[in-house]
């Protein structure tokens, strides 16, 4: 009999939201502080018919796995060139809570969608919609799971200081959420600043990849190392190559068969053996193909946005009594 470990989906979601792009090509707002995105040497619309098979098969593929995936289609206008990175501008939280937040550059704030929010309201039991976007009129920004990575267990809220993570939203997120702020200064191998804090790190149920020496400060290097074996986990160091290959940018789910971490192949093949090993002590790796994606500076993380909330009973499987 085949093991299936406990489905907690406190930190690996069964369910996710996908974005299809249909216009897709590096955002040129977002290249000034972005090391990882990379400038393409294609036609917009053969990189966006190559972004979007890359996405159509991802999604395949998690289904195959047993995720529920919400796939809406982008506008289809280069208004919203990284409209496939949807966890910059909303998450979901146990309780019924949504968070809205504030995008750096302009032309992302036209990613946010309100029939996104219908499905969370007509699909999940959702109390409360948190929209700090309006924050924006002040300069002020908070790209969503990708500023922040969040331990939903121990309720940490781990981000790179950047213009991407305003420690004035930061605080305001933390406060309403019951989210402790653990903020650190993190460069990569050739000194730049890294831009999100999810592609530095993955925090999953019984492990964390983290780029450790990437983080300035020991002190603070110290503190999240601590922090996340303090959880029960095993941190599995990575090194700047390997967070160069997008292995940090990953994200833990729940598929039929127990927990699987969803990565891109390039991230996988820079994973070691033992990290490897390690890490399928707990959970399955599941490689995704989206090199076109990953041009624009994001890779598998970046293009799912977790469901934390609780699933309304369809009618047949309403048993309450009338």
């Given at each position: 009999?085949t093991?299936?470990?406990p ?10 939201v996908m974005i299809?792009?249909?216009a897709?090509v590096?955002?040129?707002e ?11 040497n ?5 990189l ?8 159509d098969?991802?999604?395949?593929r998690?289904?195959a ?5 919400h796939?809406f289609?982008?506008?289809g206008?280069?208004e ?10 909303f998450?979901?939280?146990s309780g019924g809570?949504v968070?809205?937040y504030?995008m750096f550059a ?6 946010r969608r309100?029939?996104?929010?219908e499905m ?11 929209d700090?976007?309006?924050?924006e009129e002040?300069?002020l920004?908070?790209?969503g799971?990708g500023?922040m ?11 790179v200081?950047s213009?991407?993570?305003d420690p004035?939203?930061l605080e305001r997120?933390c406060?309403?959420?019951?989210y402790e ?8 191998a050739?000194?730049r600043?890294v ?8 925090v999953a ?7 450790l ?5 020991p002190e603070r ?10 959880a029960?986990r095993?941190?599995?160091p ?22 699987i971490?969803?990565?891109s192949t ?7 053996a033992?990290q ?15 090199p076109?994606?990953?041009l624009?500076?994001g890779?598998?993380?970046?293009m799912?946005?977790?469901i934390?909330l ?8 309403d048993?309450t009594?009338?």
């Amino acid at each position: 009999m085949t093991y299936l470990p406990p489905r907690n989906l406190l930190q690996a979601p069964d369910a996710v939201v996908m974005i299809r792009p249909h216009a897709f090509v590096p955002n040129p707002e977002t290249r000034a502080d972005n090391a990882f995105q990379k400038d393409a040497n294609a036609e917009t619309a053969a990189l966006s018919k190559a972004a979007l098979a890359e996405h159509d098969a991802a999604v395949a593929r998690l289904r195959a796995e047993g995720v529920t995936v919400h796939v809406f289609d982008d506008h289809g206008q280069n208004e919203t060139p990284d409209s496939v990175f949807p966890n910059n501008w909303f998450s979901t939280h146990s309780g019924g809570q949504v968070a809205v937040y504030p995008m750096f550059a302009s032309n992302r704030r036209r990613e946010r969608r309100p029939d996104v929010t219908e499905m969370l309201k007509s699909r999940y039991r959702l109390q409360e919609v948190i929209d700090m976007s309006g924050l924006e009129e002040d300069g002020l920004a908070l790209e969503g799971t990708g500023a922040m990575v969040l331990d939903h267990v121990g309720r940490i809220a781990y981000t790179v200081r950047s213009n991407r993570a305003d420690p004035i939203v930061l605080e305001r997120f933390c406060t309403h959420f019951a989210y402790e702020p653990i903020a650190f200064d993190a460069v990569d191998a050739e000194g730049r600043a890294v831009y999100h804090t999810n592609v530095l790190m993955c925090v999953a149920t019984d492990y964390a990849l983290v780029g450790l020496d990437m983080i300035t400060n020991p002190e603070r290097r110290e503190t999240v190392a601590q922090r996340l074996a303090e959880a029960g986990r095993t941190v599995i160091p990575l090194m700047a190559a390997q967070i160069g290959e997008f292995a940090g940018n990953a994200i833990e789910l729940t598929g039929a068969q127990g927990r699987i971490l969803a990565l891109s192949t390039r991230a996988a093949a820079a994973l070691d053996a033992a990290q490897r090993a390690e890490i399928e002590r707990s959970a399955r790796l599941v490689p995704l193909d989206v090199p076109t994606i990953e041009l624009a500076g994001g890779s598998v993380r970046c293009m799912i946005a977790g469901i934390h909330l609780s699933a309304r009973p369809t009618p047949h499987q309403d048993k309450t009594p009338k």
